[in-house]
C-alpha cells in the first residue's frame, strides 16, 4: 500500500461523515473492514471441494409447503415458493424464493411474538427469520435488527427466540443495525449476554466507528472489569485475524467437473441485455445464462432458458462445476454475469439468501473487469491453456503447484500461475472486499492494542514490482497523485482515493444491495452520480419502482441523482469531472476525458463509493501515438476504429478466439497526438476502450479544450441545483473543486523517458477512407470499400459515443437526400436531454421528422439491446459502442460507424461506395465550425441566468479545498 493512502482516506472521511450526518449514520470509510466472515461448517475438506447438493437448488424440498392452516404469513409465503418452484417448468427444484421484504419481515415478526414454543410452525418461523432476510442495512434487515435487539435487550418478551439466541442471530447479519446492540451488551451485567456478543463481533468486519466505542470501552476507567475483559477479547481476536483463520484454507487441490463454453463469453451471453430488469433477483436472472444456442451449448428454452438440465447431468458427477471457456467475460462490467455463473457453480452463503460465493473460472483469457468480480465475489479466477479441457471433464486443481490433472488417466493437461500471490488469500476470504477491509481492521486493532500495525505474519502482502520504470506514463501519475505518490508503477498494489463514481440503472439496483451489504448510509467518494438512461424509454414495472426508489436511496447517502429522461450516464458524468483525478462506475463505458476511470463490477463500485478508494493493481499501459493530419471525409470515429484496425495489422491483436491476442486487454490505453479536441470529441475516444478490454484510458489534451469545458460545466451544475437535482452540498463541493482548477488549470502530463508496453503509431495522412467494425465483433475491422454495397435495412444514431455535432451532420446530409423517404428505417437518440432541446431550437428534429425517422427519448435507446431492438436477422449500421452477437437484435448483423456514414448508409440503402460517401461529405468540410459545436451552457442564456442565482457555501468550498490538497 502507498504512503499516504491513509490520509486520502482521512479526507474521503470527511466527506463520508457529512453525508452520514444527514442520514443519521457512520460512512464506511472510518473503518476498512467487508462482510462478516460467519463461523460455519467448512466446504473444504481432504483434498478437494466438498459437494454441496444445494448446488443445485432443489428448492421443493428445501423449502417444504407442508405447513399448519394457522399462519397467514406461512401460508402466503408458501403460495410464492410453490409458484418458484414451477419457474423453468421445475428444472433443478425451480428457482429459490426472493429474500423477505420489509413487510414480510415485520408480518413474520409479530407471528414469532405471538407464537409459543410448542407450536407447530416455531422452528420454522424462526429459520426463516435466520436464513431469509439480506443483512447489512436492508430495509427487511432493519426489521429484524430492531426485533433481535429489544429481545437481546429484554425490552420484549422472549417466545420462540432466546436472548442469546438472539444475540447469535444478529451475528449474523454482517453489520450495520446489528453492531450497535451488540456493543451495548459488551457493558451489560448478563455474563451470558455479554461473553456471546463478543463472540459475535469478533466474527463481524463493518462495525465502522463501533470500533471506538470498543476501543473506548477498552481504555476507560469507568468501565467494568467484565466490560473491559469483553472488549479486550474481541480486540484481540480481531488483531489475531481470528475471523479470518477461522475459515477454512484453499486446499491444495480442489476436484471440479468441466463445463466448457467454447469460443468468447461475453457478459451479454451470462447476463443478457433483454433480461436486465431481473438482475437483482439472481436465482430468475441465472436462468438467462446462455440463453442462446452455441457451440455444445443446449438451452432448455432457445432463446429464453439457459442449459439447465446439460448443467443439472453434469452435476451428477459428485463435483462442482467449474466455467471454462476460451476468452471469458468480455463486455460491460456486470456483477450480474458473475451472479448467474455463481448460482450455478459457487456456494451457498450462510444467513445470505440468494447470493453465492466461491466457485472456479477458467479462462484463456478472462476479461478483466470480470476477473475483477470474479475475485470480489470470493471465487478463484485462473487464465491458462484450455485446450485440453472438454465439457465433462473431471479434473483436479493443484492449486499450489499450478497444475491441472485430468482424474481419470492422471495427466497434467495444463498448467497456470496465479494471478497474484494474494488470490488465494482473497478466496479464503471470501473475496477481496472482505480481504481488504478484514485486514485493515486487524491492523487497526493491534495499534489499539499497542502493538505493530503490521499484517504480513497472517496474510499474504503483495508484493511490489522489481524493475522501477524510468519514467511515469500520465495514468501513472494520476492513479500516483490518488494516492499521494509522485506515480504508481506497473504491478504495484494501490488504494487510489475515488473523486468520482458512477452508477447506471440496469446496476444501480445491485450497487444498492452491495451497498446495503456493505451497511454503508454515507458516501465517502466526494461524488456518486446514479443514472436511468438504460430503462427509462421503455421502463417494466420493476423499473418504475427503481425510478422511484433509487434516487432516495442515492441522495440520502450524499449522492447525486438524475431523472428518468435526462439522458446517458456518461454524458452527464463527464460534465462533473476533476481534471487528473480517479474514479470507477459500474457501466464498462465509464472511460473518462479527463482523469482516468477504471471501470468494475457492482460490488467494487459500492465499495469504491462507500469507503472513497478502490483497490487497483496497477496495470502496464499501451501508448497509441496519433501523428498527421485528419484527411478529407475522416472522422473521429474512424480513429476510433483505427486503433484496433493497426493492432490487427501490427500483429498485436487477433479475432480468433482460441489463444487470442490483445494487447490492450488489462492495460491502460494511452492516446497522444490528439491535444486540441474537446472534451466531448475526446471521450469518444477513451469510451471505445471498453471494446479493446483495456483497464482505463487516457487522452492528453491541452488545457485551452478542458478550460472550456469546465467553464461550461460549473454554469451546467449551479443549473442542476437550481432545478432541485440532489444531493445540493455534494453538487456545490463538486463546483468549488472546478473553481479551485480553473483558478490554477494545470495538466499532469507524462514524462518523456516513460515506458510502455507497447506503442502504436497512426499516421492520420494515411486514412483515406472510412474504417468500420464488422459483424459481430467490434475488434474485426474494414475499410469501408472492402464491404460497400452491403444492403442496410436500419440504421441507429444514438449512444454515449454520439454529441450533440454527430446529429447536426447527420441532420445537414439528410437535408440534402434526393428522395423523400429513406429506404431504410432510422433511429436517432440523442446522449442528454439538452441535446434534444437545441437540435429541437436548430430545426434538426424537423429535418429527422420529415425523412420518417424514429427519434427516441435521450438515453441508450438501442445500443444495450434491454429496450427497442432492430428487426431479428437484419443488417444494421450503427453507431453504438458495441457490435456482440444478439446485442441489437436476435441474429442481426450490425456494423459500427460514424454517425455520417450512418446517415449515409440511411439513405443510399447499403454501405456506400467511397466515391459516393465522399460526394456526401464533399459540403461540410465547409460547414464543419457550426456542425461540431458543442454545448457551452456558459453561453445559453438559461442556464446562466439559473447558475447566477446559486451561491456556493463556504463550508463546501473549504471541503473541496481540503481534497484538492489530498
Known sequence: ???????????????????????????????????????????????????????????????????????????????????????????????????????QCSELVEEIK???????????????????????????????????????????????????????????????????????????????????????????????????DIEDIYNSDSSTPEAKTAAASVLESWADAEWYLSRPEVPDKITVTVFKVTGETNTDDLSPAQDAWSRPDIPLHALAMLKNSREGI?????????????????????????????????????????????????????????IKSGGVCIGGKIAPIFFNTMEDSGALPIEMDVNGLNTGDVIDIYTKEGEVVDAACDEVVAKFDLKTNVLLDEVRAGGRIPLIIGRGLTG???????????????????????????????????????????????????????TTVGSQDTTGPMTRDELKSLACLGFSADLVMQSFCHTAAYPKPVDVVTHHTLPDFIQTRGGVSLRPGDGIIHSWLNRMLVPDTVGTGGDSHTRFPLGVSFPAGSGLVAFAAATGIFPLDMPESVLV??????????????????????????????????????????????????PDLKCEQA????????????????????????????????????????????????LERRIARMEDWLAQPDLMEADPNAEYAEIIEINMDDIKEPILALPNDPDASALLSEVAGDKVDEVFIGSCM??????????????????????????????????????????????????????????????????????????????????????????????????????????????????????????MDAVAADTYRYLNFDQLPKFVEASDRVEISEEMKAAAKKLSLL
Open 444 to 498: 487497526k486493532a493491534r495499534v489499539a492494542l499497542g502493538r505493530d500495525g503490521g499484517v504480513s505474519d497472517i496474510f499474504q502482502m503483495p508484493i511490489d514490482p522489481t524493475d522501477v520504470p524510468r519514467g511515469f506514463s500520465l495514468a501513472q501519475k494520476m492513479v500516483g497523485k490518488a494516492c499521494g505518490v509522485d506515480g504508481v508503477p506497473p504491478g504495484k498494489y494501490c488504494e487510489p482515493a475515488m
Open 114 to 212: 405471538a407464537a409459543s414454543a410448542g407450536d407447530a410452525n416455531a422452528d420454522r418461523l424462526v429459520e426463516l427469520l435466520s436464513e431469509r432476510v439480506p443483512p447489512g442495512v436492508d430495509e427487511a434487515a432493519y426489521v429484524k435488527a430492531s426485533y433481535l435487539s429489544a429481545v437481546a435487550l429484554g425490552e420484549v418478551p422472549a417466545t420462540l427466540i432466546s436472548q442469546v439466541r438472539a444475540v447469535e442471530l444478529l451475528g449474523t447479519m454482517q453489520g450495520g443495525y446489528n453492531v450497535g446492540t451488540l456493543v451495548t451488551l459488551l457493558s451489560g451485567a448478563d455474563d451470558d449476554l455479554r461473553n456471546c456478543a463478543a463472540q459475535q463481533l469478533k466474527h463481524i468486519l463493518l462495525v465502522f466507528d463501533a470500533f471506538y
Open 802 to 923: 454520439t454529441n450533440i455535432g454527430h446529429f447536426r451532420a447527420a441532420g445537414k446530409l439528410l437535408a440534402d437526400r434526393a428522395t423523400a423517404t429513406l429506404p431504410t428505417k432510422l433511429w436517432i437518440a440523442p446522449p442528454t436531454k439538452m441535446d434534444e432541446a437545441q437540435l429541437t431550437e436548430e430545426g434538426y428534429y424537423s429535418t429527422f421528422g420529415t425523412a420518417g425517422a424514429r427519434t427516441e427519448m435521450p438515453g441508450c435507446s438501442l445500443c444495450m439491446g434491454n429496450q427497442a431492438r432492430v428487426e431479428p436477422g437484419c443488417t444494421t449500421v450503427s453507431t453504438s459502442t458495441r457490435n456482440f452477437p444478439n446485442r441489437l437484435g436476435q441474429g442481426s448483423n450490425v456494423y459500427l460507424a460514424s454517425a455520417e456514414l450512418a446517415a449515409v448508409a440511411s439513405i443510399e440503402g447499403e454501405l456506400p461506395s467511397v466515391e459516393t460517401y465522399m460526394k456526401h461529405m464533399a459540403n
Open 625 to 674: 501515438r496519433f501523428t498527421g493530419k485528419m484527411q478529407p471525409g475522416i472522422t473521429l470515429r474512424d480513429l476510433v476504429q483505427a486503433i484496433p484496425y493497426t493492432a490487427l495489422k501490427n500483429g498485436l491483436l487477433t479475432t480468433e478466439k482460441k489463444g487470442k491476442i490483445n494487447v490492450f486487454s488489462g492495460r491502460v490505453l494511452e492516446i497522444e497526438g490528439l
Open 298 to 354: 443446449d438451452p432448455e428454452v432457445d432463446g429464453e432458458i439457459g442449459p439447465l438440465g446439460q448443467m443439472e447431468e453434469l452435476m451428477k458427477k459428485g463435483h462442482p462445476l467449474a466455467y471454462v471457456g476460451d476468452v471469458v467475460g468480455t463486455g460491460s462490467s456486470r456483477k450480474s454475469a458473475t451472479n448467474s455463473v455463481l448460482w450455478f457453480m459457487g456456494e451457498d452463503m450462510p444467513y445470505v439468501p440468494n
Open 683 to 730: 471521450f469518444e475516444l477513451s469510451d471505445a476502450s471498453a471494446e479493446r478490454s483495456a483497464a482505463g484510458c487516457t487522452i492528453k489534451l491541452n488545457k485551452e479544450p478542458v478550460i472550456e469545458y469546465l467553464n461550461s460545466n460549473v454554469v451546467m451544475l449551479k443549473w442542476m441545483i437550481s432545478e432541485g437535482y440532489g444531493d445540493p452540498r455534494t
Open 1 to 103: 500500500m502507498l504512503g499516504r493512502i491513509a490520509t486520502a482516506r482521512r479526507g474521503a472521511s470527511i466527506l463520508g461523515r457529512q453525508a452520514a450526518k444527514r442520514s443519521g449514520a457512520a460512512p464506511l470509510s472510518t473503518l476498512i473492514g467487508a462482510a462478516s466472515s460467519v463461523q460455519t461448517e467448512s466446504k473444504w475438506i481432504g483434498g478437494g471441494l466438498k459437494f454441496d447438493s444445494r448446488a443445485i437448488p432443489a428448492h421443493a424440498a428445501s423449502y417444504s409447503t407442508s405447513r399448519p392452516l394457522n399462519s397467514a404469513f406461512l401460508a402466503a409465503y408458501d403460495e410464492h415458493v410453490s409458484e418458484r418452484a414451477a419457474m423453468a417448468d421445475g428444472k433443478m427444484g425451480g428457482i429459490a424464493p426472493k429474500p423477505l421484504d420489509a413487510a
